[in-house]
């Protein structure tokens, strides 16, 4: 391997993975990671792999766009999701972490790797060593100094989209005479908190979270709020039974102390190990805080909630990657700097993930002058990040999470009459066929021997 001086900064999820992964494949690195001295509008601390928003990394079922996703990462030798794993709470069938735990974990694997430097410094620019290799992850929340550099090499500010972050409350403050313990469709254990609804009580709560007072976004720019996370006042400003098919679905949820169905129905989700905290799903938020206050007390059994988290909104940054960025995921103006997860507009903590370890395969392949082919487009990784991040004919490019409509379909004699979970289990069965093929071939093996 040529001797090369790689700096990954960033010390996120993308970040550490791609850390990690250079350290199994024996290429040193540092990491950079500017927190505590330098903090962001939605960090709370100075962890590493610190998770900001919920702490949901969505379905484990492999027949779900996010479920493929892992079960490719884990064949891959993904490092965090085992990080992840090891530090779940119960989420019936998501995968969800203890926020501290998980950061712990993630930070005891950093530095039980000799080949990982882990330095606690602010990058705001790169030197003009040509033997230097940058990995950017520093996610959307890019510091400004640093988005300046970017940008003076690319010729643009970038993009960005505004995004949500939902509450947390304490369960002690709960009433949970009014709640039941329940996950949807009785997959897995019963996990969930729910507050049920009737329709007095939901046209109650519709009526003042539309009139409730919100963190003021200009209106040329509301178009940017991510719709994966638009807020949930947002959503309710659709139509008076827009929540109650969306984030408030019933569907799949009986009260076991009725027996029957509510009109609309509020899950809390498990966030720490203790069981002490729980986060109001899918209520993602621009509410003032005195509002949220007010508003989510109108839930039942939330009477008196006490808020250790409040919801918040934030400006995410990301890159024109289709435009900016080549097939390795340099940058076109400096072959020196290549760019992983949120910052290059993937969207989902697990799709970030997934775009550090493939991005420093990518990296490490250069420096062992390996032959690294393209992902299959058959699976999730390839299409994301080699399919969907290259596709420069949009008009504006947004984030996307990984979905199975990025996949090719299935040919016609094998798609047949089969139902749509059927087709989804079809489709994921061909991409860990290919996958497999794909890691057994010529240059992931090479790159992987020892």
Not at 326 to 345: E, H, K, M, S, W
Request: with cysteine; aromatic share 6%; net charge neutral.
């Amino acid at each position: 391997m040529t001797p090369a001086a790689v700096h990954v900064v960033g010390g996120g999820l993308a970040g550490c993975e791609a850390a990690l992964q250079l350290a199994r494949l024996g290429v040193p690195c540092t990491l950079h990671e500017m927190r505590p001295e330098r903090t962001t509008p939605a960090h709370r601390t100075g962890d590493l792999a610190e998770i900001v928003c919920s702490n949901s990394l969505k379905s484990t079922e492999p027949a779900t766009a996010s479920g493929l996703l892992k079960a490719e990462l884990d064949l891959a030798g993904c490092r965090l999701l085992r990080a992840a794993r090891e530090t779940a709470v119960p989420a019936g069938a998501a995968l969800a972490v203890d926020r501290e735990r998980f950061s712990a974990a993630v930070a005891a694997l950093v530095a039980a790797e000799p080949l990982i430097t882990l330095v606690r410094d602010e990058v705001a620019d790169f030197d003009d060593d040509p033997a230097a290799r940058w990995l950017v992850a520093t996610g959307p929340l890019t510091s400004p100094d640093l988005h300046a550099a970017l940008a003076r090499r690319t010729g643009g500010a970038g993009l960005h989209f505004f995004d949500a972050v939902a509450p947390s409350v304490s369960l002690e403050s709960l009433d949970c005479s009014r709640l039941y313990r329940a996950a949807r469709y009785d997959k897995g254990e019963a996990d969930y908190w729910n507050a049920p609804l009737d329709r007095e009580e939901y046209r109650a709560f519709c009526a003042a979270l539309v009139a409730a007072e919100r963190t003021e976004v200009h209106d040329f720019e509301k178009s940017l709020l991510f719709d994966g996370c638009q807020p949930v006042e947002e959503i309710a400003d659709t139509g008076p039974e827009t929540l109650a098919h969306g984030p408030l679905r019933p569907v799949g949820l009986r009260d076991p102390r009725t027996g029957g169905r509510a009109h609309a129905v509020v899950q809390l989700r498990q966030e720490n190990a203790a069981g002490t905290i729980f986060g109001l799903v899918g209520f993602q938020t621009r509410l003032k805080q005195g509002e949220q206050r007010r508003v989510f007390r109108l839930i039942p059994g939330l009477e008196r909630a006490e808020f250790v988290r409040y919801g918040q909104l934030h400006r995410n940054f990301y890159l024109d990657a289709p435009r900016v960025l080549d097939a390795r995921f340099a940058l076109r103006a400096d072959a020196r700097l290549r760019c992983a997860g949120q910052i290059t507009g993937v969207e989902g903590y697990v799709e970030s993930i997934a775009s550090g370890l493939t991005t420093a395969w990518r990296l490490a392949a250069e420096l062992r002058a390996v032959d690294l082919p393209d992902w299959p487009a058959e699976t999730l990784l390839g299409a994301l990040l080699d399919g969907f991040l290259r596709d420069g004919t949009s008009r504006r490019f947004s984030p996307m999470n990984a979905n199975f409509g990025l996949l090719p379909a299935m040919p016609d004699a094998a798609r047949g009459r089969r139902g749509k979970q059927e087709r989804k289990e079809a489709l994921a069965a061909r991409s860990l066929a290919a996958l497999r093929a794909h890691l057994a071939g010529a240059g992931p093996s090479a790159l992987l021997a020892p």
